[in-house]
């Protein structure tokens, strides 16, 4: 159990506003945020600070059902009206808004101004080339202080964002700009990686052969890469500098949209879910203002990428507190820099930060005597997401990264929500590898498969009865295949597609995706447990439990393993740890088999893809390959199906 420090606690804005609402505790303010939406989202608004270009008549209509509820009816705004216009207002021109670190060590700042003005040009720019408001413009940048502008400037325009992951091959970017029928994108044309330049915009000029819409693409051009079509790739610096650093801020309808955000499923293309200038702004700050405590002085860190969720997240609510954003191009892990975060979190001045699970895992097999060399007492905050803890990764992440004295927050949400669903507080006490409470406004509950309210303890459907303001309104073209995904399990209510369990404490559990669920003999476990019992044994640094066929039981556990650093997989060992999982989580769910290999497919955000693991175990259709940071690891997968009985 861990307590967060008093001085944390009586400081935080989450006390602060607990206080101005009247409540006695979270959990008095999630009741009433609950039971009165309006009434919460208002507030919420207000300490947003969330300007208006035109008055709404009124904050919420459900009239229609919870799965088609508006916002601010009949109202306008632009996000950076209230993200940079505001926050300049107030006397944060000169304030550094970005402070960016490259993987060579060069260093870059730029002020709220120079955001600013940069995100005019970027809007002016692109108004120049024919891009009007309410088309769609992708992002295929690598984590640079432009990829920022270049969000907040499709923005101030009034067109759609279409942030891509940096490491898209063709085809992923092909599928996406056909699907959001892109006018335009923004790109560099290289990233360093171990001092060589990666091209990007070469993949992205062969992939715009097949997408028509495409009419102009503005480059960053950092290493002299060559122009495809002269016509259409403009230079970044030669087009961009010289537009108007006074272009106004577009207003549009509070449902119109602002980005649309890829997302992967098991089978089909890939998901467009849709967010809104408001949407985003609201659920921003109930998440990061309030329960993970950023605050206009904090340096913020995590390391992530546009393409996903956590970048456009990330940069709009350090921009909502008025914060610092410490933005790191490159790994947080790399080759003879094994700690290359916490080496940032001490040289950056970093007071806030996130981090992944499987991130600490990789750190646990690294020897940690460089680790004393690390000053880590300016972090107050580590928020983590991304997938299930583990508890020796948990308790070695509160003891090295946050030294005891920083507090590990755990949330869990997803691209749909533009945040979190589940959340820990500064204000609560914290459990190992749990989240202390729901997030604000959200109505989360426990389903069994019949639609009924599990028990204390009891595992079920994880799902949101209250639609926040940041829930996605639809699928980018596919309204009907947004209501089979998320409305039709439970009707009226949105399933989230995560097995969870909240103990009679309080503490809510994620164990896993619903769709990774094992069903061994008539039970039901989710991979997590198994992979944890594995892990803890410190022989195993990564593992994937995933279902295959058995004559006898029908379905049996098989376990896809990576060993730790100096162990050997042999028949000893893969007893050893079969009796293990048997000890530890059950006997029906001991592995029938257990197989080694030097890495298992992971996201770009670090989660394992068992879906990937079993299909290529199984030799099965993957399904949309295009998150898979490393597909190359299918290959070995695929090869131990000759090894299995």
């Known amino acids: ?57 009124r904050l919420r209509d459900s009239s229609a059902g919870p799965e088609a509820i508006r916002w601010a009816i009949g109202g306008a705004l632009n996000l950076t009206e ?48 024919g891009v009007r408001p309410g088309e769609a413009v992708g992002i295929y940048m690598p984590m640079i202080p432009e990829i920022q502008a270049a969000l907040l400037g499709i923005a101030r325009l009034g067109a759609i964002a279409v942030p891509l992951f940096s490491g898209f091959a063709g085809p992923a970017i092909i599928s996406r700009l056909n699907d959001a029928r892109a006018v335009a994108v923004l790109t560099a044309d290289a990233t360093p990686r171990r001092g060589k330049p990666v091209w990007m915009e070469a993949t992205l000029a062969e992939a715009l052969a097949e997408v028509p819409s495409v009419h102009t693409v503005l480059s960053l051009r950092r290493f002299g890469g060559a122009v495809a079509d ?130 600490v895992r990789q750190f646990m097999t690294q020897d940690p005597a460089p680790l004393g060399g690390f000053d880590l007492s300016r972090l107050r905050v580590v928020a983590a997401t991304g997938e299930p803890w583990t508890d020796d990764a948990w308790l070695w992440h509160l003891a090295h990264v946050c030294r005891h004295r920083a507090v590990p927050l755990n949330i869990s949400g997803g691209t749909e929500l533009f945040g979190a669903i589940l959340t820990s507080t500064v204000l609560h006490e914290i459990k190992p590898c749990g ?95 198994i992979e944890a019992a594995l ?4 022989e195993v640094v990564d593992a994937a439990a995933i279902a295959a066929p058995d004559e006898i039981k029908g379905v049996a556990v098989v376990c896809i393993c990576v060993a730790a650093p100096g162990v050997v997989p042999d028949a000893a060992l893969i007893a050893r740890l079969k009796d293990r999982v048997g000890e530890i989580v059950s006997k029906p769910f001991r592995p029938r088999e257990i197989h080694f290999v030097e890495a298992l497919p992971k996201t770009r955000s670090m989660k394992t893809m068992r879906r990937i693991v079993r299909a290529a175990f199984l030799g099965e259709d993957p399904g949309d390959l295009s998150s898979v940071s490393n597909p190359e690891t299918m290959q070995a997968i695929a090869r131990l199906r000759k090894e299995s009985p």
């Not at 400081?11 to 008095?28: I, K, P, R, V, W």
């Not at 892990?535 to 410190?538: R, V």
């Open 1 to 57: 159990m861990f307590h967060p420090a008093p001085d944390i606690q009586r400081t935080s804005t989450l006390a602060a506003f607990l206080s101005d609402c009247g409540a006695d505790s979270y959990e008095d303010l999630d009741a009433r945020a609950n039971a009165d939406p309006e009434w919460f989202w208002e507030r919420i608004i207000a300490l947003a600070g969330i300007r208006f270009a035109r008055p709404y008549t």
């Open 435 to 529: 989240f202390s409470a729901q997030a604000l406004g959200v109505g989360a509950k426990v389903l069994r498969a019949d639609g009924t309210e599990a028990a204390p303890g009891e595992v079920g459907e994880l799902v949101v009865t209250q639609p926040p303001p940041g829930l996605a309104r639809t699928i980018w073209g596919d309204h009907e295949r947004y209501l089979e995904t998320y409305w039709s399990t439970f009707p009226g209510v949105w399933r989230h597609g995560d097995w969870v369990r909240r103990d009679p404490d309080g503490t809510w559990y994620i164990l896993g995706r619903s769709d990774d669920t094992l069903n061994i003999a008539g039970k039901r476990i989710g991979p997590p447990e």
């Open 535 to 538: 892990t803890a044994t410190g």
């Open 82 to 129: 209230t993200c940079l216009d505001a926050r300049i207002a107030e006397g944060l021109g000169d304030k550094t808004a970005i402070d960016w670190v490259g993987e060579d060590g060069s260093r870059r700042r730029w002020s709220y101004a120079e955001l600013g003005a940069e995100a005019a040009r970027v809007a002016s720019a692109l108004a120049r080339r």
């Open 230 to 359: 002269p016509a259409r790739d403009l230079d970044w610096q030669e087009t961009v500098a010289g537009a108007d650093t006074d272009f106004p801020a577009h207003p549009v309808a509070t449902d119109a949209p602002l980005l649309i955000a890829y997302t992967s499923g098991t089978t089909g293309r890939p998901k467009g879910v849709v967010h809104t200038h408001l949407g985003v702004q609201a659920k921003a700050t109930a998440d990061f203002l309030l329960c993970l405590d950023l605050k206009r002085e904090d340096r913020h860190l995590w390391m992530t990428d546009m393409g996903w969720v956590m970048g456009p997240l990330t940069v709009l609510s350090v921009l909502l507190a008025g914060a610092t954003l410490v933005l790191a191009e490159g790994a947080p892990s790399m080759p003879g820099d094994p700690f290359r975060l916490l080496r940032l979190a001490d040289s950056m001045e970093v007071t806030h930060m996130g981090i992944a699970p499987t991130l």
